[in-house]
């Protein structure tokens, strides 16, 4: 019976990490960048909780690391716009979107091989 209750907690756990995944560029190229630190934070803690996500630790670190990147330039800047979407440079806009694209490919081209 444990092995029935553990196995949807688990694919729940997995499924999070891939809507998260895709949530990132998606939130971030339609100007919701600041909507965009709830994914952000459930896709750097799932993947680093769970040892099965490992080859994703990486990928997940360079999103987290270029979001909190922005989110600080935006947090200290003399002028702040009145959204993370207006202040966030385009090439790290970019760059969050590409790496969020890359967490989520990796995951799908895991659970191909």
């Known amino acids: ?6 196995q949807p907690a688990q694919s729940a756990r997995v499924r999070s990490v891939i ?12 100007q ?3 909507l965009a630190v709830v994914p952000v934070v459930v896709l750097t803690v799932t993947v680093f909780r769970d040892a ?3 080859a994703l630790r990486w990928w997940t670190a360079a999103v987290a690391g270029s979001y909190a990147t922005g989110l600080a ?16 440079n385009p090439a790290l806009a970019t760059l969050i979107s590409l790496a969020g694209a ?3 490919v990796r995951y799908h081209r895991l659970q191909r091989d």
């Open 1 to 6: 019976m444990s092995t029935l209750t553990a």
């Open 19 to 30: 809507v998260s995944a895709w949530a990132v560029p998606a939130l971030t190229v339609g």
């Open 32 to 34: 919701f960048a600041m």
């Open 52 to 54: 099965r996500l490992r």
């Open 73 to 88: 330039a935006w947090a200290i800047g003399p002028d702040r716009a009145p959204s993370l979407s207006k202040d966030l």
């Open 102 to 104: 890359a967490v989520a």
